[in-house]
């Protein structure tokens, strides 16, 4: 359960009724959650929402002008510049912050197992979205591959990395398909210490779609095997349906030639200032180092 993301930039008010309220620093956003089925617990805090969203008509609210060229929250000791978009998300999702102490913690554990020894801890980072684990991780010294197939979202996560001062750390920024780009670096005979992916649903990899359903099995077996032997990998999703203890067997599949502990699996669900609790999916992570 991710209770500490309330930290300064980010808090889950209330959800219910099929809606969530969120505070993203300046802004209170209302917006849809099918998950979100119970009822409200304090329905009249949500009058002071200054943004809303609705899939018909968009975005409104006395807080849309101020908002759209963007506003800056820190959570998690991170500089992150928001703006909502067309499909109703701002661009950062609470549910990741959850896994950040872990990530840290095995990027730091193989930085101090090489000492001066580099080479840096090498980190790819699958369906990247805006960035928040390429800066946490960047940050932490390691060198990351951000893959994401949507330009905007590409330049976006370039921009979150600048605000927090490594616009010239070693990132590569990489628009394409993450299949397709995973499978280019099984080819090539590349190996990372770390693999992050949190695959949506559904999606566009440009010249293919991403089905989560049919491809995530083949996509996890291909990073498995880009993994060093003491690599890590972590795998979240959120979309509907889909069970932390479905993405564990998936991942113990994929790892059955690899030695190490079992995956851990768990739920992202957060807590919301009114005592409810919201359902964000869930994670299987792995670690093969001892
Ligand atoms: C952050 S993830 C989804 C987050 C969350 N797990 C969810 O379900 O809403 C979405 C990102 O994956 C990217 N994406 C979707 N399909 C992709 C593909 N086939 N290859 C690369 N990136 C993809 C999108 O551009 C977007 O930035």
Not at 271 to 283: D, I, K
Request: hydrophobic residues 40%.
């Amino acid at each position: 359960v991710v209770d500490d993301v309330a930290v300064d930039g980010y808090q889950l008010l209330d959800a219910g009724d099929g809606a969530r309220l969120e505070r993203f620093g300046a802004h209170l956003v209302d917006r849809p959650h099918a998950g979100a089925l119970a009822p409200r617990r304090d329905p009249g805090a949500w009058r002071a929402a200054d943004l809303r969203f609705d899939r018909d008509g968009g975005w409104t609210g006395p807080g849309v002008a101020g908002a759209r060229p963007g506003w800056g929250i820190r959570v998690a000791g991170v500089d992150l510049r928001l703006r909502p978009t067309s499909a109703g998300q701002v661009g950062f999702f609470p549910e990741h912050v959850g896994q950040l102490d872990w990530l840290r913690s095995q990027v730091d554990a193989r930085t101090e197992r090489r000492k001066d020894a580099a080479p840096s801890v090498e980190i790819l980072n699958l369906f990247a979205h805006t960035g928040l684990h390429t800066t946490v991780l960047a940050q932490r010294g390691a060198h990351v591959t951000h893959v994401d197939s949507a330009r905007s979202a590409v330049d976006w996560a370039r921009q979150n990395a600048a605000a927090n001062g490594l616009a010239d750390h070693p990132i590569r920024w990489i628009v394409d398909d993450v299949r397709a780009y995973a499978a280019r670096e099984a080819r090539r005979g590349r190996r990372y210490d770390g693999v992050i992916l949190d695959p949506p649903a559904y999606g566009h990899g440009g010249r293919q779609a991403w089905r989560l359903a049919d491809h995530l099995p083949d996509l996890l077996a291909t990073c498995t095997g880009l993994l060093h032997a003491d690599g890590f990998l972590l795998l979240s999703a959120h979309s509907e349906g889909v069970r932390p203890g479905d993405l564990g067997t998936l991942l113990v599949r994929s790892l059955r030639s690899s030695t190490g502990p079992a995956p851990e699996v768990g739920d992202s669900t957060l807590v919301s200032a009114a005592g409810g609790t919201l359902e964000m999916g869930g994670y299987a992570r792995w670690s093969g180092a001892s």
